[in-house]
């Protein structure tokens, strides 16, 4: 059975700093990897997708890596403002059976003070 | 990006009654729609995949008398909670497959129900 953990699961940073948030997986035959931003009381924001073939994938401020062989990724957030405060959750869909479900990690919360 | 479109966004209801969350997929066809409950502070749990004109697929667990789908078309899925109870309250949240963005899942903005 396919277990996601996200570390930390709460984190406080100044504004204007770099901060990775961390992904694990325990079955590392995934179809993809998806990382989503929550914010109080609402839906989820898809933020990056990766694919199983792919490494990493950028999108202005962010970059999320895989390593699928170890069962890790990382979110990596540049130059952190206040609007970046959220839950980030990670997901990954697939594993042994082919399973087309995501299966979502418990979320990091991240606040960034001004 | 494309859009998923949720239905209330927040409901209250007394209990003994249903209620019907839509969950539309706006710009694109969705033959897979799922649904999800979550907990405060609790991640998301999967409770039932739906399939476009079949039967939807539970998870272990969660009563499908209770919890009826209905995904009529390629872009509406419906989650009716019927006989709600208070413990029913929580937030609920639909997802559908993009099949033509490589597969990337799109969330709705959530609906809070709240049982009374």
Redesign the interface.
Known sequence: KQEVTQIPAALSVPEGENLVLNCSFTDSAI??L?W?RQDP??????LL?I?SSQREQTSGRLNASLDKSSGRSTLYIAASQPGDSATY?C?V?GGRGGS???V????TKLTVNP | ?AVVS?HPSWVICKSGTSVKIECRSLDFQAT?M?WYRQFPK???M?MA?SNEGSKATYEQGVEKDKFLINHASLTLSTLTVTSAHPEDSS?Y?C?A?DLGA?????????S?LTVV
């Not at chain 1, 009381?41 to 898809?46: E, V």
């Not at chain 1, 979502?104 to 979320?107: D, E, P, T």
Request: charged content about 15%.
């Open positions: 179809y993809n998806q989503f009381g609402k839906g989820l924001t898809s997708l694919q959750l997901a869909r087309e479900k995501l979502f990690g418990k979320g | 990006g949720q897979t799922f609790q991640s998301l999967l995949t937030f949240i997802s497959r490589g597969n990337t899942i799109y969330f709705g903005e959530g809070w």
